[in-house]
């Protein structure tokens, strides 16, 4: 059998097996009793199941792939499937979200926060990532591949804390001190 035929035939038990997932570990939401974790541990048995299904017929790196790929579809389609219109809330009702920063705007504000989550975010970002590398007890090529995917990770961190913290100030210094101190200690032991 050829590899697409396979695929296509194993994709409807594959997204059933994910849709099981879906359902179980979505009742163990909203399930507060003692039967809760019976539907999480039935939840990522199905997980399990699913992907020892997928990597027996397909293939060990191929069916894993498709099998969570479908899982993931099929938890989606669980998920859209209980998506409710609201309609808006009015101005004068409170929100349970915390609302921005009723600070008035400053030019300078908006400008150290673009340069936080950009560049200065990015060369911390970097710093932990070369400090890692540099000093992690691990074998060379380890330390610059995890080193090197931990990069986007700390930068979108250091975006999202800078654009929701209010104190811009704090954000900047810590940013700029997680910089200069990892790449200082990168240095100190050499590349």
């Known amino acids: 059998m050829s590899p697409h035929l396979a695929t296509a035939v194993m994709a409807a038990p594959l997204l059933a097996g994910g849709g099981v997932m879906a359902w179980l570990l979505r009742r163990a939401w909203g399930d507060r009793s003692a039967r809760r974790p019976m539907w999480i541990i039935a939840g990522w048995a199905a997980v399990a199941a699913t992907s020892i299904v997928g990597a027996v017929v397909l293939g060990p790196v191929r069916g894993v792939f498709i099998a969570w790929t479908l899982i993931s579809v099929s938890a989606l389609a669980l998920v859209a499937r209980n998506v409710q219109i609201r309609a808006s809330r009015q101005r004068g009702e409170r929100?349970?979200?915390?609302?921005?920063?009723?600070?008035?705007?400053?030019?300078?504000?908006?400008?150290?926060r673009a340069l936080l989550a950009g560049p200065i975010g990015l060369a911390a970002a970097m710093g932990v990532a070369v400090c890692f590398a540099v000093w992690a007890p691990l074998?060379?090529?380890?330390?610059?591949?995890?080193?090197?995917v931990t990069v986007p990770i700390l930068w979108g961190g250091a975006m999202a804390w800078t654009l929701a913290d209010d104190r811009i100030?704090?954000?900047?210094?810590?940013?700029?001190?997680?910089?200069?101190?990892t790449f200082a200690a990168a240095v100190l032991k050499g590349f």
């Open 139 to 148: 074998e060379d090529q380890t330390r610059i591949v995890l080193g090197g």
């Open 95 to 112: 929100s349970l979200a915390p609302e921005p920063s009723d600070r008035t705007s400053r030019a300078w504000r908006g400008w150290l």
């Open 169 to 181: 100030l704090r954000a900047t210094a810590v940013l700029v001190g997680t910089a200069v101190v």
